[in-house]
């Protein structure tokens, strides 16, 4: 179907699908900045913060035609809803537990266990919610929406990693490992858009990936000390080294070859 539509467009009609993308592409750009600008204005109140920029994502992301399922299928039902997040947040727990499993397995890092609190985690797990949704709309939607007329699944996964790696990169002080630990996670992000067809299992495994990272190795249930080299990271933290790089290859190599049983 998506071959037949490539085919069928004239060159007038993939012009203004040219013209489309750059428009999504530099509102969805001015949407980031705004969000991080939220943040800066706000860093001193972390969940009201966190709260602000996922609105903000939602309203900017919506008014440039980004949806959280996709427009041309039946609206899903709230327990359909529900499932995808829940799988993709499976998916995301099943990544964090293989990544720092191999980076303490490699002396990368070293957990120290803390003293647990409920209600920091339940804060945790809601504004993992929130940073992941703004994430997901204004960096992965965004760029779903921009390639909407591309009918190469894994092109538009690899895209995904390409504007969280230039996200991360404008961060103050950003480590060069630590921007491409994250563009491999956008790829694998990227990937559950396409198998999706929608935001909600690549949200629900981005969560599931921030507050598991966070339980895991922030302070949370534990707190890794870092290995200060190359390999572990050092001051750019346990996601920051060389091992964060190998643990997350394969996992963004298989989710690039999944796209390629992605429907169409």
């Known amino acids: 179907m998506g071959e037949k539509a490539e085919k069928s467009l004239s060159s007038a009609e993939s012009r203004a699908a040219a013209k489309d993308a750059q428009r999504v592409a530099f509102w969805g750009l001015a949407l980031f900045g705004g969000a991080r600008l939220l943040g800066v204005v706000l860093d001193a109140l972390p969940l009201p913060s966190a709260v602000a920029q996922a609105v903000a994502a939602e309203w900017g992301a919506g008014r440039l035609g980004v949806a959280w399922s996709d427009p041309k299928e039946k609206a899903p039902t709230s327990r359909e809803m529900a499932k995808r997040a829940g799988l993709g947040a499976a998916v995301g727990l099943v990544a964090t537990?293989?990544?720092?499993?191999?980076?303490?397995?490699?002396?990368?890092?070293?957990?120290?266990?803390?003293?647990?609190?409920?209600?920091?985690?339940?804060?945790?797990?809601?504004?993992?919610?929130?940073?992941?949704?703004?994430?997901?709309?204004?960096?992965?939607?965004?760029?779903?929406?921009?390639?909407?007329?591309?009918?190469?699944?894994?092109?538009?996964?690899?895209?995904?990693?390409?504007?969280?790696?230039?996200?991360?990169?404008?961060?103050?002080?950003?480590?060069?490992?630590?921007?491409?630990?994250?563009?491999?996670?956008?790829?694998?992000?990227?990937?559950?858009?396409?198998?999706?067809?929608?935001?909600?299992?690549?949200?629900?495994?981005?969560?599931?990936?921030?507050?598991?990272?966070?339980?895991?190795?922030?302070?949370?249930?534990?707190?890794?000390?870092?290995?200060?080299?190359?390999?572990?990271g050092g001051n750019a933290g346990p996601l920051g080294g060389d091992a964060a790089i190998v643990a997350l290859l394969p996992l963004a190599v298989g989710a690039i070859a999944g796209t390629l049983r992605a429907k169409r």
Request: charged share 10%; with cysteine; aromatic share 8%.
């Open 97 to 232: 537990g293989m990544v720092v499993a191999f980076l303490a397995s490699t002396r990368a890092i070293v957990l120290h266990r803390v003293t647990l609190a409920v209600e920091p985690f339940a804060v945790a797990l809601l504004t993992a919610g929130l940073y992941a949704m703004r994430d997901e709309l204004l960096l992965h939607g965004i760029a779903m929406r921009a390639l909407v007329s591309l009918d190469v699944p894994w092109l538009k996964a690899l895209a995904c990693g390409v504007t969280s790696a230039a996200a991360a990169s404008g961060e103050p002080a950003a480590a060069p490992r630590a921007v491409v630990v994250t563009g491999l996670l956008g790829i694998v992000f990227g990937a559950l858009w396409v198998r999706d067809r929608g935001a909600w299992a690549a949200w629900g495994a981005h969560t599931a990936w921030l507050f598991g990272t966070g339980a895991l190795m922030q302070g949370g249930a534990f707190d890794a000390h870092v290995a200060m080299n190359a390999w572990g």
